[in-house]
């Protein structure tokens, strides 16, 4: 998933504008966009949306933010939300793999009173919005085979560290929070799942939206969450692969032996690898290599069978 849109659960038309967005997914949002009174209304709201969309026969992924443990409203959110299918549940506050396992217990329950598959819905996590989330960072690894993405916040750390401001004058993250995003995207690469940037809250400032973006690229991030569909272009720009980049990785690629898949495949691989996989791809990392010698691909790895080109 490139783009990841928030929409808030009560949004009304705001949802099917950000369904018609070209975001890779959507995130309904029950926590920080929803005032207290009005959870519960929200639940109603963002189940009856899930299920219309489950009827399209092409839509975005939909994922949706719950609360988090502390507020003691997550198990209303997923009673509501599970019988509905979302595709994601996205855990805030997520305090390392633990809070993961818990998560995963609480949907295997829900799953099975609803009739769903066990593991049918995967969780992304954002794994700094607290000071105690910063020091659990590298604990996702094996928490849960749900576990399909980590992401990270600033405006909640902020809060708990007691900060003035997240960013200096010319919009750049200050180091306690640099520190949280780089601790996020080290935690993905030992669990072996998607890194996920943060919002860039500034909407109308595009130029900060696409230097953040390919910032996010450059350093090992698979997409980028927005707040606002006019920052979904920038991001889908940023993180689609350009035809020269597609050809020098199958070029690479053939150097080693292996077959690559075409192009079409490996947006394919793309989508199922940030929707239902906790496996990198290795395609992804060809694409993204400065030189083919720091790429290590096994001559008799999977992805690269004819038979078997992109492993779900």
């Not at 975005?60 to 719950?66: A, F, N, Q, S």
């Not at 401001?165 to 996020?184: M, V």
């Amino acid at each position: 998933m490139r783009s990841l849109l928030f929409v808030p659960a009560d949004g009304g038309r705001k949802l099917d504008k950000a369904m018609a967005s070209g975001a890779d997914a959507v995130i309904i949002d029950l926590e920080d966009s929803i005032s207290a009174d009005g959870k519960a209304a929200a639940r109603l709201s963002a189940a009856d949306f899930l299920r219309d969309a489950a009827k399209a026969g092409q839509r975005p992924r939909l994922l949706v933010r719950v609360n988090g443990f502390a507020t003691g409203l997550t198990d209303a959110d997923l009673d509501a939300v599970v019988p509905a299918r979302p595709d994601f549940i996205m855990l805030p506050k997520a305090e390392g793999g633990a809070a993961v396992a818990h998560a995963d217990a609480k949907l295997t329950a829900r799953e099975a009173i609803a009739g769903l598959p066990e593991g049918e819905i995967k969780i992304v996590a954002l794994a700094t919005e607290t000071a105690a989330a910063l020091f659990l960072a590298g604990t996702y690894a094996g928490a849960s085979a749900r576990l399909a993405g980590l992401t990270w916040g600033a405006e909640d750390l902020s809060a708990d560290l007691g900060a003035e401001t997240n960013r200096d004058p010319q919009g750049r993250f200050l180091d306690p929070y640099r520190l949280a995003r780089t601790l996020c995207l080290a935690g993905a690469a030992a669990a072996q799942i998607p890194a996920i940037d943060t919002i860039a809250a500034d909407f109308r400032n595009m130029a900060l939206l696409r230097r953040e973006t390919e910032e996010a690229r450059r350093d090992g991030f698979t997409g980028k969450m927005a707040i606002h569909p006019a920052q979904v272009p920038v991001i889908n720009e940023v993180f689609t692969p350009t035809a020269d980049a597609v050809a020098k990785a199958e070029t690479g690629l053939q150097s080693q032996g292996c077959l690559p898949p075409p192009l079409a495949r490996f947006q394919e691989c793309g989508r199922r690898r940030g929707s239902r996989s906790s496996h990198p791809c290795r395609y992804t990392m060809a694409l993204r290599a400065e030189s083919w010698e720091s790429v290590e691909l096994p001559k008799d790895d999977p992805l690269f069978s004819p038979s078997y080109p992109c492993r779900p």
